[in-house]
């Protein structure tokens, strides 16, 4: 009778594993398609930043953080002019 339920209730639970390799999978997947917009963000934030005449390094830092707002915000910015010294 014992063995009985024991083989009952590992059969129950089979499917809560699958789950766990789901979610895991999920996760791993999830975490590849984040890095993968942040280093997107870094490569354009700083182009941008470059051909602006801005700070590279300072775009490539806010690409990173938060690469959606930190795209939207540097396509917005104009370029730096020439500062003459008086």
């Known amino acids: ?3 009985i339920l024991v083989a009952v209730s590992k059969k129950n639970t089979s499917h809560l594993n699958d789950a766990k390799k789901n979610d895991k999978m999920e996760n791993g997947s999830m ?3 984040q890095l993968a917009l942040r280093v997107i963000g870094i490569i354009v934030c700083v182009n941008k930043a470059r051909s602006l005449k801005r700070n590279a390094l300072g775009w490539g830092a806010f690409g990173f953080l ?16 020439l500062r003459l010294n008086k």
């Open 1 to 3: 009778m014992f063995c």
């Open 31 to 33: 975490t590849l398609v």
């Open 66 to 81: 938060l690469p959606i707002v930190a795209i939207i915000a540097v396509y917005c910015m104009k370029p730096l002019g």
